[in-house]
């Protein structure tokens, strides 16, 4: 069963958000186009995913936190072919995160209020500090934590806090089921 509004999924030039199985959306959240949302994906209050110009992807239970922006870099003359945006499984996006037209792994946590920019590669076991900036085009390795405006490696990741990927993950999941039962009993 879907749990949404119907003013949240929002139908833009023939393409219409698919949903996986046991998906939230927050009624007050908007997804908008072309956008695919995988099995026990979790939208929060005041999330905009705006797939209008280009393709957004979100894996299986990822947490999109409360006031999030997801987009597109659009095809055009300064990048002709745009970049989609294009989010893994296990990824939780904190509170206020912009992502733009770039592609994140598996098992990434991004912090609070982060932007990551057009054509930015993160890899999977990623750690994004709060406040930080990743620049158009960077790449971030696999088992670091990056912070910083720019975005620069900081250090290795621990196991505990690479097992806290998957942990995290897991944990929006039980949230959004209670959410789910909540909505579905009124």
């Known amino acids: 069963m879907e749990h949404h509004t119907r003013t949240s999924l929002r139908s833009f030039h023939g393409k219409t ?23 026990d994906v979790s939208v929060w209050p005041q999330v905009a995913i705006r797939g ?3 393709s957004i992807t979100v894996g299986a239970r990822t947490s999109v936190q409360d006031c999030v922006v997801l987009h597109i870099t659009h095809a055009g003359p300064y990048n002709p072919d745009g970049y989609p945006l294009n989010v893994g499984c296990d990824v939780t996006i904190g509170h206020a995160a912009v992502l733009h037209g770039c592609t994140i792994g598996d098992r990434v946590l991004v912090g609070m209020g982060a932007i ?23 790449t971030l390795r696999s088992g670091y934590l ?13 196991q505990g806090e690479r097992d806290y990927f998957v942990y995290s993950a ?3 999941v039980k949230l959004k089921d209670q959410h789910i039962a909540a909505l579905e009993a009124g």
Do not use: Q
């Open 116 to 138: 990551v920019m057009d054509g930015a590669v993160v890899e999977s076991d990623v750690v994004i500090a709060a406040g930080a900036l990743v620049t158009p085009g960077k």
């Open 170 to 172: 897991n944990n929006y």
């Open 17 to 39: 958000p698919s949903l996986g199985e046991r998906v939230l959306v927050d009624p007050s959240a908007v997804v908008l186009g072309d956008v695919t949302l995988g099995d």
């Open 146 to 158: 990056y912070g910083g405006s720019p975005a620069r490696e900081m250090r290795e990741l621990s």
């Open 52 to 54: 209008d110009m280009h």
